[in-house]
């Protein structure tokens, strides 16, 4: 990763670009660990999936109520008091574990304390961003978040957790506390004051008219408008094909779980190459043709791997919409801080995450029932052919009005 060591944005930059990859190689360690824990208290598919069901939870009641409270304090001691408080969380799992008294319901109060966590810390993120990193460097500064993210969850976090659950069940939670421990401290080290901004009269209206004032202004601005169902279709489309993954892997490819981890690796892989280019791109296509390429490229990969019955073949299309996701989001979140003032940064944020979120959510429930009515592979040549209406229907709005 030594193309982030040159960014060229500063002391505070680096403390939150390692805030992110230590707490996000602890953050993947745990995402391998719960499911691992509750099969061992249940063979019930049913019941291991109300953990995962427990860490989504939290999102439709705090997303937006996440945006006003980093609007209205000092984000650097929300995104603290989170790492903390998560820190605290999972020692105490970790504990749990190492005393064999672990429970379902455990786990499911776990998964849903440090989801609810994440909600305020990624409100806080992102109104922290753009006031350290300078307007021509936020596809840089957005870039290295993202890829520095990837590594450590998904080519690091996921594979370690693995092994040290192997060893011994508490490890991978042991350093999941640990490092929420270690993010906290680097966010400490953070000097400055980053309280957005407040006019009078925005300061003196209520939790819910701020976080109304976020739908209005997101809903209001054409562009981000247009973003935030472009958003919310591509994580519609997407959270079906992730629903059929391993099936679509075990059944129609004949893969072990060793290949599907393959076929996850390569995703990280595209996602992380993208992270590297996305500067590049945008700054020679602009950023409106390299969102529309994001699109199509992705409904090119559904496509090969609907087509596909090699492994490899799968590999290098899995690679190429993990890139395509990474350079749509990268450039979303960058052109969003260029639109949005301080003021309202996290609202408008947490608006957009709301949206997408909900929509990720109906993809994963839809994905299943279309899989069972046409076949596994219905869902991707079908979520390619929406990424591609899409693309139609909303791309020449983002090509007239976004700039290089």
């Not at 994440?118 to 992102?126: P, T």
């Not at 409904?299 to 090969?304: F, M």
């Not at 749509?328 to 309202?344: C, D, I, K, N, P």
Request: charged content about 15%.
């Amino acid at each position: 990763m030594k193309w982030v060591l040159r960014t060229g944005m500063g002391t505070g930059f680096r403390l939150i670009w390692a805030s992110v990859v230590v707490s996000g190689i602890g953050s993947g360690m745990r995402y391998v660990a719960l499911p691992l824990l509750a099969t061992e208290l249940t063979s019930d598919p049913r019941k291991v999936s109300l953990v995962f069901l427990a860490g989504q939870l939290p999102w439709p009641l705090v997303m937006l109520y996440a945006g006003v409270v980093a609007d209205r304090f000092d984000r650097r001691r929300v995104m603290f008091s989170v790492d903390a408080g998560r820190a605290v969380v999972a020692a105490a799992l970790a504990l749990v574990v190492a005393l064999g008294d672990v429970t379902l319901l455990v786990l499911m109060l776990v998964a849903a304390l440090l989801d609810l966590g994440q909600r305020f810390y990624a409100g806080a993120w992102a109104g922290i961003v753009p006031v350290i990193v300078a307007p021509g460097l936020r596809d840089r500064g957005n870039s290295a978040l993202q890829g520095g993210s990837v590594v450590a969850t998904l080519i690091v976090g996921n594979p370690v957790g693995a092994i040290l659950f192997d060893v011994d069940h508490t490890l991978p939670l042991a350093f999941d506390a640990l490092s929420f421990a270690v993010a906290a401290l680097l966010i400490a080290a953070l000097r400055g004051n980053f309280r957005a901004y407040e006019t009078q009269s925005s300061a003196q209206r209520g939790f819910r008219q701020q976080a109304m004032d976020g739908i209005r202004l997101l809903w209001g601005n054409p562009v981000l408008r247009r973003l935030v169902l472009l958003a919310s279709l591509f994580n519609l489309v997407g959270a079906a094909q992730i629903a059929i993954a391993y099936l679509f892997a075990d059944q129609d490819l004949g893969l072990s779980k060793t290949g599907f981890g393959m076929l996850v690796a390569a995703f990280g892989i595209g996602s992380l190459a993208a992270s590297v280019l996305e500067e590049r791109l945008a700054r020679a296509m602009g950023k409106g043709r390299l969102l529309a390429m994001a699109l199509v490229a992705a409904s090119a990969a559904a496509v090969g791997v609907g087509l596909s019955d090699s492994a490899g073949l799968t590999g290098v299309f899995t690679a190429l919409y993990g890139a395509s996701a990474t350079f749509w989001t990268v450039t979303v979140t960058t052109v969003r801080q260029g639109l949005v003032s301080a003021e309202f940064m996290s609202r408008a944020t947490m608006t957009h995450k709301t949206f997408v979120r909900a929509a990720a959510s109906l993809g994963a429930a839809s994905g299943g029932l279309v899989a069972h009515a046409l076949g596994l592979r219905s869902v991707l040549f079908i979520g390619a052919g929406l990424l591609l209406a899409g693309v139609l229907s909303g791309g020449r709005l983002l090509l007239r009005r976004l700039p290089a």
